[in-house]
């Protein structure tokens, strides 16, 4: 059975930095796209990072370009979600994908930014 789960959320000052992890048990991670989504306290769900398997094309929502970056670590079956200069807006539950025959989605890590 395919199970996904986010961690690393948490409490984190306007500027500051968190880093966000996404592991999958029951495959490797490595041959598959993996995504983070996010929903905002307004109910908005975005996508805002996604890694495809193989090359490792990256692509980011508009709003959080040159701020996170999206890195796998093979060795480790995970996928990182680098956050630097964090903005109240980027205040959300963060999921993150693995997109195995369907996209399998982890419960989600709370990110609050706030002074």
């Known amino acids: 059975q395919v199970q996904v789960a986010e961690s690393g959320g948490g409490l984190v000052q306007p500027g500051g930095s968190l880093t966000l992890s996404c592991g999958a048990s029951g495959i490797s991670i490595s041959s598959y796209d993996v995504g983070w989504h996010r929903q905002t306290p307004g109910n908005r769900r975005e996508l805002v990072a996604a890694i495809t398997s193989g090359s490792g094309w990256t692509n980011y929502a508009d709003s959080v370009k040159g701020r996170f970056t999206i890195s796998r670590d093979n060795t480790k079956n995970t996928v990182f979600l680098r956050m630097t200069n964090l903005k109240s807006d980027d205040t959300a539950v963060y999921y993150c994908?693995?997109?195995?025959?369907?996209?399998?989605w982890g419960q989600g890590t709370q990110v609050t930014v706030s002074s």
């Open positions: 994908y693995v997109n195995f025959v369907y996209p399998r």
